[in-house]
């Protein structure tokens, strides 16, 4: 079983930084895309960034400039360092890990947290 943890959310005023960090565990042999999804208040759940295997990135447009994502391979791990936050950026950050190698090849979800950026 594969199970995601993230860890990393809070509460932020605007102009201030974040770090998400989303650790994928279990019997993984390798994983395909790694990325950070959000779902603001209201709002359906939205791309935020992806990182694949190799290092190719992709970026919501609202963040560009303003988030980096990175990945260690070897840790299974995802990282999202959120600068320049807005009030807009306000939203459960959700980890996912697509294309999953185990035995199988399926998508995992982690269970989210919460970023609020306020004053």
């Known amino acids: 079983q594969v199970q995601l943890v993230e860890s990393g959310g809070g509460l932020v005023q605007p102009g201030g930084s974040l770090r998400l960090s989303c650790a994928a565990s279990g019997n993984i042999f390798s994983i395909n895309t790694m990325g950070w999804y959000r779902q603001g208040p209201g709002k359906q759940r939205e791309l935020v960034a992806t990182?694949?295997?190799?290092?190719?990135?992709d970026y919501a447009d609202s963040v560009k400039g303003r988030f980096a994502i990175s990945r260690d391979n070897a840790k299974n791990t995802v990282y999202l360092q959120m600068n320049s936050l807005k009030p807009e950026d306000t939203a459960v950050y959700y980890c996912a890990a697509l294309g999953v190698r185990t035995w199988s090849t399926k998508d995992y979800w982690g269970q989210g947290t919460q970023v609020t950026v306020s004053s």
């Open positions: 990182i694949s295997r190799g290092g190719s990135t």
